[in-house]
């Protein structure tokens, strides 16, 4: 007769995420993030302006993280900006700016987190 049962820990399972497929992830998202802050009575100039930002600071943190042995700011960071600022772009034009959808309008146009932007009442 057994009076304590056999209690084993199961393994724990754990994904890991290279750095690079988190920034890329976070690209994705970047237009979204733009649309919460920036409402569209902001103009696309400052809306992307925004956008060039964020994405270099994406890469930069991405490069900084990510142990390659080359200077966080090189030749390869550029590069890797510049396509993450396309991806961004891209998702912006193509997805959320599409007619009939453009987020940017319908996420609750009036209200943003930006100064100058009007406040919910």
């Given at each position: 007769m057994y009076l304590l049962a056999d209690v084993t820990p199961s393994p724990v399972t754990s994904v890991t995420l290279s750095p690079h497929i988190v920034s890329f992830v976070i690209t994705l998202?970047?237009?979204?993030?733009?649309?919460?802050?920036?409402?569209?009575?902001?103009?696309a100039t400052i809306r992307g302006v925004t956008l060039m930002v964020l994405t270099a600071v994406n890469v930069l943190i991405t490069n900084a993280v990510v142990d390659?042995?080359?200077?966080?700011?090189?030749?390869?960071?550029?590069?890797?900006?510049?396509?993450?600022?396309?991806?961004?772009?891209?998702?912006?034009?193509?997805?959320?700016?599409?007619p009939g959808v453009d987020v940017n309008n319908k996420v609750a146009p009036k209200v943003g987190f930006a100064p100058g932007v009007a406040k919910a009442a």
């Open positions: 998202l970047l237009p979204v993030l733009i649309a919460l802050i920036y409402k569209a009575q902001v103009s390659t042995g080359q200077a966080i700011i090189s030749r390869e960071t550029f590069t890797q900006w510049i396509l993450q600022l396309a991806i961004a772009i891209a998702m912006y034009l193509g997805v959320y700016r599409l």
